[in-house]
Structures are given as structure tokens and as C-alpha cells.
């Protein structure tokens, strides 16, 4: 035993001053290539996006996080697509397209001559199997958080797995027509159909990668696996890059897609690097490392333009309320809810706790969509009226429990504790007794708002999920819903037939209507369209902002 | 030597099971339990009904709780919310980073540390010594993340030399079999990527050594005045020796010893820092891992990671023991 220890002992030394020698005399070693953190003239033009975190996968159906959809939004393109910056839909691979009278056939004509990544041919066959894949989701896949955009625009699937399975589905059937006509055929119309489809889930992949990649979904302990290799490993669209590397948690790169049918993007590489921290995204681009990020704070933009770098403001596309539980006696008194439109502040709101760019909100929509009613001049901000109107209403007991919730930041409301403060003493001015009520975001308070109807005053929102004013107005006004507790037969009638009309202007002209009829009945007060914000380098041009974060990295290009 | 070992493993049972009974009690606790966590904001009351059988979370909580152990005794912490990838998979993917970040971390704080701690030592009550010792202070005491991004303002963002964050200029595309990043570029002859690889282990292995160098200052400087009085020190002074060979045969090997040990614990305390450091600087280790996993409530992957660090932690402190026998034969292991 001695001897073993004497030679463990030597052993140790050994290796200790080993370690030494090889660690303080170690700095030399290498040479002195490129720090890399340059772009010199005459290099490939690399377009660097900092983002918050990996995408999940790249199989477009089962995702509907940011992150995700903006790198599949390079490489994948769906049958319509958006004009960019905007909300208009316009061909994408689709060159054009015909709608039955009953708005329950859609006619795809397919842009010919267009080739898959893996070099297989576009065509009618391949969108059916695509849409024949979505429909035939089975088990796992037609989880809500797997498959929400499919059950958002179709509804169920072949069969209903699970107990939240939609229980009917919009689709129909998809026919090769021949090689270059899709014919969908739809159990009930959807005027909203076109807008779904533009979203990145409803992306034609490649049945051959499809198939050689393989999309299972696995339950693995109390969370589900994506154990398919389609969308990690094997990834193949029809979009102006290609899909290079992955490296999870460093980068992953995309590279241009030199048989693009459309016009020839100007950048050769894109890579996307996830820098999960908003102060570590902003000295990345200020050293030079990264060419963009989403998630600016407030506070960095005069750091970010005094170093020569862009902030660009992207149209709001979500919408701040002040909802009233209209079921309470207090709130069918008319004038009580006039009283409390004409005493909030909103533009003082916005002007102290909210950053720059954002607006104040008149209507449930977004300017940016159509639909938006140009008519609606807003609820002036006028105490005096608010106190006449109170006066006039006779009611006597203004105590009202005011809800906000607590430990959450949303796109619409950054700080909703510094909405609460602002709004609770706008209405005590006129008279009102405000009582706070506060709970977690999750998952108390949707539930207790949204599910049970607890609510009296509450502060709440929505970001668009597509451009359809059917995801505004009509998710909050078109059914009856425990959060606002009422049911306005015009309210409902305008929204349910704007929904089944297919006609587009006369869809428009019924939305504008219906936004009047919520205007004048003041469900609740919309006091915000906030703006999120980017920071883009100062060599980069042609970053064109999305209402629906959707952009379109082949218009960007790289000066120098 | 070999039943010291066993009975160190055999240990790890009870810890093991009792931070199991914890982190299985904690996800239950969540508010809303796993399913709000996995459908989050999209979680309607019927949704969350769906969720809650299908995962068996409507079963009892023993039953529960056995299903969790029987996985985790297999490593299956189940899918990362964040990726759809087993939680397993993606920690291995993600401990090369860890590992070389906290090793070159180790390396600045063990060739910084012990001679600054033993010329403070060697100078007591000079400069020097101040200096070394409130420096020491200042580096226990200053929160890494701030110490981050101050060393990424000035070394990345005013003066340029070295990157703010990620392990390697992904322009590079280089090959990375072991996902140890410098070595891979030894192994695949790909000197240039070793080198950018180096120069992104710099700034955060600087941040992480910051509370590792302190103590070890701070050891090495009390270790050696303790022994520089000893008899043993005076007797070789008196024999004449020169000066080089009691510096190192008495001073330093002696001095050595709480050294080690203490180097040996810094492992679990870069582990800890390494949460932080990494998500500074977009190191994608497994603690950036982590902690955009408490973000993003990615249950399956904290549990992961807590049993994991707790193996890891245990298994070290072992090894502490054992090179602690090696290096004093006063130590009985046994």
C-alpha cells in the first residue's frame, strides 16, 4: 500500500504541474488569424439577426413562436403570401387564384418551373400531400401547443385524438386538379381562409424530405419529443434561402437559394444567433457582431442611433383595453360607460409609461388592418363631461374593483401596474372609488377573466395572430364571452356576416360598420397600439418591418 | 481506497432521492402544474383538462412520483419545452461549453491566484499585500453579470479586441466533433478556429474566474504565511538552503494543501457561476441553458439539470478527497 501511495502521490504532482505549465504558458499558442469581427469588402454579404432564443424546429407545422417562424419565413413559402411591410395578400406560390360563389372551393393555379431545395419538383401533388399531412395529425400532433395555427384556421383534424380536438374541421379534401392546379375543397366558408394561409405553418415543404426526414411526436415524460427529422436534420422549401447548419444554442445558417424562381436575393448567408439577454444583443450590435435584433428597450435607443445603427419601428399590430364586465348593472348604464371613456387619460398614459412610437388606441383593430374605420375620431379625454355624465346617470354606489395582473410584461401593456396607477387615478378624479385586484398573469388571471367572468374593470389585450379583423374584433365580439358579459345582437349580426361574405370590399365595409356599432356601445376602451421595436446596423438596408413579424430577409442587403 | 469510494456512491442514493421527492414536488407546485407550463398562454381551461390526462398528471401523486423516479433513474428527464429535444441529449450537447468555459475560468484563477497570493504572502504588509487582499475582496464580492458586461464594454465594444458573446464566429463554419471547441480545432487542423474559439473563452472565462481567483488568493496568502513561520522553514533558512528550493519543497508544497481542497470546491461554485456567465455572454452551455429554461418554465429541463449538477457536484467533492490523500499522507481516505 505504501508504494501506491508514493506512486499516486507522484502521479498527482505529475499532473498538477503539467496542468500549470500547459495553462500559464498556453497564451501563445495558436496564430494570429482574424478576430472575424469585421466585414471586409469582397467577403460574402452575411446578414447576422441576433434572436431571443433557437427556434423549436424547422417543420413549419408544428410551430407558432416568434423565433421559429421567422427563420421558416426564408425558407419555406406558402400558396399566398404578404405583400411586404403590409397586410395585403398577394401571390406567393400560388401565381393566382379562383373562389366559388359558396366560398366553399378554392382554385390554386401553381406557379410552375419552381424546385424544392432537395431538387424535387413543385406541383399540385406535392401542396395536397402537404395538406393531407396537416389534416391527418394524429395523437400528440394535434395538441393545442403543436398544432395551433392548423386548428386556428381549419379547425379539427381526421379524427379527434385528444379531448381538446376541434371537434369539425373546415377542411375538406385537396385535389391535383393536374400538375399545376390545387383545388381545396372547404365544409364551410371561411372568409378569413386567404390570410390563414399566408402564416408560415401552412408552408409546402417537400414530400420527398417530408418523408426521408421523418415528423414523429413522442410523449417523453410530462412534455412531448420531436423526434422527426424533417425540420433539424433535413429541411427542404421552395424560399430564397436554404437551409445549411445547425448548431443548437450557437447559430444556425442559411445560405442563397441560387435556383430561387424569384428575384435573386442580395445577401449569400444568413445566421441566426440566439443571445437570450436584451443587454447582450445590444453590445453585440454595437461591436459589430450581430446586424439586427427584436426586443429593443426603450432605454438603448438613444445608445443604439449614437452609434450610427437604425432603430426601426414595426406597425403596431395589437391592441390595449380597459374591458368592462358588462353583465354588472353598473356597466348597462350607457352613461357610466361614456363617463369612464371620456375620463381616462390615455394619451397621458402613453406619454409616461410607454415608449416611443406607441398610439392611442380608438377601435379593437389595429390601423394597420383593413377594416380599420378611418370615421372613428376617439373618446376625448374630458373629466368635466366624465363628471356630468356620472351625474346624469344616477347611479350612486362608483365603487368598482379594478383588475390588473401582476408579474407580466406584454407586448401592449410593458408595465400594467403603471397602467393600473394611471387609469385607477384618472377615474377617482371624477368621482369613481377604484378597489385594486391583482393576480398572477398565469394562470389565474385569463381564467379568471376570460373563463370565469370575474372581472369588474380589467386591463387586457391582444396581438394579432394574422391579418383578418376576424382575429380582432371578431375573436373578442362576434360570440358571447365571459370577459365583456354582454350579447349585442347588431354587434353580432355585422361580425358574422362579414365572416361568411366573400366578397373583399363588402367584408370591409361591414368591418368598418362594425367597429361604429363597438364604438358607440363601449364595451370597453382600447387605449393602446404599442409599436415593437428593432435595432438594425447601420450598413444594412432594405429591412422592411412586418405588422405580423413576418420579413422578408431577401430585400435586405449589406453596404460596404 | 476502493470501499471509500463505494460508500461516496452509496451516499449519492439519499441525496438523490431526496432532491427527487423535491423536484417532482416543485413542478407540482408550479402554479397550474406542468400543463400551464407547457400550453402557456394558450391554456383554456378544456386545454389544460386535454393535457392533464394525457400526461397522467390526473393519476396520483405517488403513482406520479414513481413514474418520475423509474425515468430519471434512466436519465430520461423527458422533452426540453424550449427545443422538443430530449432534456439528456440536449445537456450533453451543451456540457463541452460548460466544461471548457469552467476549466479556462480554473486555469486563470489557479496560474493567477497562487503567486499572487503567495507574493502577497511573501510582501506581508506592503502594497502588494493591500493590494491583493482588497482586490480579493472586490472579486468575491462584485456580481458576476456586472462584471461581465463591464468587461465586454470595454474590451469588445470601445476597444474591439475580443468578441461579446457565442463560442466561435459562426462565418467560420467550422467542424466541431467534440464540441470542445479549441481542441476540435487541433484535431480537425483548423488552428484559426481553435484561436477564435480561444478568444471567445476569454472575456467569460475572466468573469467566471472572478470569485474562484479571490478565494484562492486569499487561501494561498493565509496558507503560506502560516507555514513560512513554521520550525521546518527556519531550519532550512539556517541550513543554508537556497533560496528557490524552499520556496518550492517547503513553502509551496506545503502551503498546498487547504489550496487544493479549496480549488476542488471552486468546481461546484463555476458551475453555479457558469448560469450566469453563460447567459451573458451567449455562451451555449448547458447553464444558458438553464437559465433560459427558468424563463420559458422549461420544467423537464431544470430538473434535469438540478439532478445532474447534483451528481456532478457530489462525484467532484470525491475526487477532492481523494487527490487531498495523494498529496498528504497524514489523510487516511479510509
Known amino acids: 500500500m505504501r508504494v501506491h501511495r508514493k506512486a499516486g502521490r507522484l502521479v498527482a ?25 469585421g466585414n471586409d469588402s469582397g467577403d460574402p454579404k452575411t446578414f447576422i439577426f441576433g434572436s431571443s432564443e433557437d427556434p423549436k424546429t424547422l417543420d413549419a407545422a408544428y410551430v407558432s413562436d416568434g423565433e421559429s417562424l421567422r427563420v421558416i419565413y426564408q425558407v419555406y413559402e406558402t400558396l399566398v403570401a404578404l405583400e411586404p411591410g403590409t397586410t395585403e395578400v398577394v401571390p406567393g406560390l ?112 417537400s414530400p420527398t424530405a417530408i418523408e426521408e426526414g421523418g415528423t414523429d411526436i413522442e410523449q417523453a415524460g410530462d412534455s412531448l419529443s420531436y423526434t422527426g427529422g424533417f425540420g433539424s436534420e433535413v429541411v427542404a422549401g421552395t424560399g430564397p434561402f436554404k437551409f445549411v447548419s445547425w448548431e443548437r444554442g450557437e447559430s444556425l445558417t442559411l445560405e442563397r437559394n441560387d435556383d430561387y424562381w424569384g428575384d435573386a436575393p442580395a445577401l449569400d448567408e444568413i445566421i441566426f444567433r440566439p443571445i437570450p439577454d436584451a443587454t447582450a444583443r445590444l453590445q453585440a450590435l454595437q461591436a459589430g457582431e450581430i446586424d439586427a435584433y427584436e426586443g429593443v428597450n426603450a ?53 409616461a409609461a410607454y415608449p416611443e412610437g406607441a398610439v392611442v388606441a380608438n377601435q379593437f383593430l389595429p390601423p394597420e388592418q383593413w377594416g380599420y374605420n378611418d370615421g372613428i375620431e376617439g373618446y376625448e379625454y374630458d373629466p368635466e363631461l366624465a363628471k356630468q355624465l356620472i351625474a346624469d346617470s344616477g347611479e350612486t354606489n362608483l365603487t368598482l374593483e379594478f383588475w390588473y395582473p401582476a408579474d407580466v410584461s406584454r407586448p401592449y401593456m410593458p408595465d400594467p401596474q403603471a397602467v393600473y396607477e394611471s387609469f385607477a387615478a384618472d377615474l377617482q378624479a371624477v368621482g369613481f372609488t377604484i378597489v385594486p385586484k391583482t393576480v398572477p398573469w398565469t394562470p389565474d388571471y385569463l381564467q379568471n377573466i376570460q373563463g370565469d367572468g370575474l372581472g369588474q374593470l380589467f386591463l387586457l389585450g391582444w396581438t394579432g395572430d394574422y391579418a383578418d379583423p376576424d382575429n380582432f374584433v371578431g375573436t373578442f365580439f362576434r360570440q358571447d364571452r365571459p370577459e365583456f358579459g354582454f350579447s349585442d345582437p347588431t354587434i353580432q349580426g355585422l361580425l358574422n356576416e362579414a365572416l361568411a361574405e366573400t366578397d373583399q370590399a363588402a367584408r370591409e365595409a361591414l368591418y368598418q360598420e362594425a367597429n361604429q356599432a363597438i364604438y358607440d356601445y363601449i364595451p370597453g376602451v382600447p387605449f393602446v397600439h404599442n409599436q415593437p421595436l428593432l435595432a438594425v446596423a447601420g450598413r444594412v438596408t432594405g429591412y422592411t418591418p412586418s405588422p405580423v413579424s413576418l420579413e422578408d430577409f431577401d430585400l435586405i442587403d449589406i453596404e460596404g | 481506497m476502493l470501499r471509500f469510494i463505494v460508500r461516496r456512491l452509496a451516499l449519492l442514493v439519499p441525496i438523490l432521492l431526496g432532491l427527487s421527492v423535491l423536484l417532482f414536488a416543485w413542478v407540482r407546485a408550479l402554479p397550474g402544474g406542468p400543463a400551464y407550463a407547457l400550453l402557456g398562454e394558450r391554456a ?53 461549453a460548460t466544461i471548457e468555459l469552467a476549466l479556462a475560468a480554473l486555469l486563470i484563477a489557479v496560474c493567477v491566484g497562487i503567486p499572487l497570493g503567495y507574493l502577497a504572502a511573501r510582501r506581508y504588509g506592503t502594497w502588494i499585500d493591500s493590494l491583493a487582499v482588497t482586490g480579493s475582496l472586490l472579486g468575491v464580492t462584485i456580481p458576476i453579470f456586472f462584471l461581465a458586461y463591464i468587461l465586454k464594454y470595454v474590451f469588445a465594444v470601445e476597444l474591439g479586441w475580443l468578441p461579446t458573446a457565442g463560442r466561435s464566429d459562426p462565418r467560420a463554419r467550422a467542424d466541431h466533433p467534440t464540441g470542445f471547441y479549441v481542441l476540435d480545432g487541433i484535431i480537425t487542423g483548423n488552428l484559426d478556429a481553435s484561436w477564435d474559439a480561444i478568444q471567445h473563452l476569454i472575456l467569460p472565462a475572466l468573469a467566471l474566474s472572478s470569485i474562484p481567483l479571490a478565494v484562492i488568493v486569499r487561501i494561498t496568502r493565509a496558507s503560506v504565511l502560516n507555514v513560512v513561520n513554521e520550525d521546518y522553514v527556519r531550519t532550512a533558512e539556517a541550513k543554508g538552503l537556497l533560496p528557490g528550493t524552499i520556496t518550492w519543497r517547503h513553502v509551496l508544497k506545503n502551503a498546498m494543501l487547504p489550496v487544493t481542497t479549496v480549488i476542488g470546491l471552486q468546481l461546484g461554485v463555476l458551475l453555479a457561476g457558469a448560469v450566469l456567465t453563460e447567459t451573458v455572454f451567449a455562451f451555449a452551455g448547458v447553464g444558458k441553458f438553464m437559465a433560459d429554461g427558468i424563463v420559458q418554465r422549461d420544467f423537464p429541463t431544470i430538473q434535469g439539470f438540478i439532478l445532474v449538477i447534483a451528481v456532478v457536484y457530489v462525484v467532484i467533492n470525491m475526487i477532492v478527497d481523494l487527490v487531498y490523500g495523494l498529496l498528504d499522507p497524514r489523510v487516511r481516505v479510509s
Request: with cysteine; proline share 5%; hydrophobic share 40%.
Open chain 1, 94 to 205: 400560388a401565381e393566382e387564384w379562383e373562389i366559388s360563389d359558396d366560398g366553399l372551393t378554392y382554385t390554386f393555379h401553381l406557379r410552375e418551373g419552381v424546385t424544392f431545395h432537395d431538387g424535387e419538383p413543385f406541383n399540385a401533388e406535392a401542396v395536397c400531400f402537404n395538406f393531407d399531412r396537416w389534416y391527418n395529425f394524429t395523437g400528440p400532433q394535434q395538441s393545442g401547443d403543436v398544432s395551433y395555427y392548423w386548428q386556428t384556421v381549419f379547425g379539427g383534424f381526421a379524427t379527434a385524438d385528444l379531448e381538446s380536438s376541434p371537434a369539425t374541421s373546415r377542411y375538406g379534401s385537396c385535389e391535383a386538379t393536374d400538375e399545376f392546379t390545387a383545388t381545396l375543397n372547404l365544409t364551410e366558408p371561411s372568409s378569413a381562409l386567404l390570410a390563414g394561409l399566408v402564416l408560415p405553418p401552412f408552408s409546402i415543404a
Open chain 1, 13 to 37: 504532482l505529475t499532473a498538477a504541474a503539467g496542468l500549470l505549465v500547459a495553462a500559464c504558458g498556453g497564451d501563445d499558442a495558436g496564430d494570429s488569424g482574424d478576430s472575424g469581427t
Open chain 1, 299 to 351: 432605454a438603448d435607443i438613444g445608445a443604439i442611433e449614437s452609434n450610427g445603427d437604425q432603430v426601426v419601428e414595426r406597425p403596431a399590430f395589437n391592441v390595449g383595453y380597459v374591458g368592462f364586465n358588462n353583465k354588472l348593472p353598473i356597466f348597462q348604464n350607457e352613461k357610466i360607460r361614456q363617463a369612464i371613456a371620456h375620463a381616462l387619460n390615455r394619451q397621458g398614459l402613453l406619454d
Open chain 2, 44 to 96: 383554456t381551461p378544456e386545454a389544460v383538462a386535454a393535457i392533464e390526462s394525457q400526461l397522467g398528471l390526473d393519476r396520483p401523486l405517488w403513482e406520479q412520483y414513481l413514474q418520475f423516479l423509474g425515468r430519471a433513474v434512466r436519465l430520461d428527464f423527458g422533452a426540453s419545452l424550449q427545443t422538443g429535444q430530449p432534456v439528456i441529449e440536449e445537456m450533453l450537447r451543451r456540457f463541452p
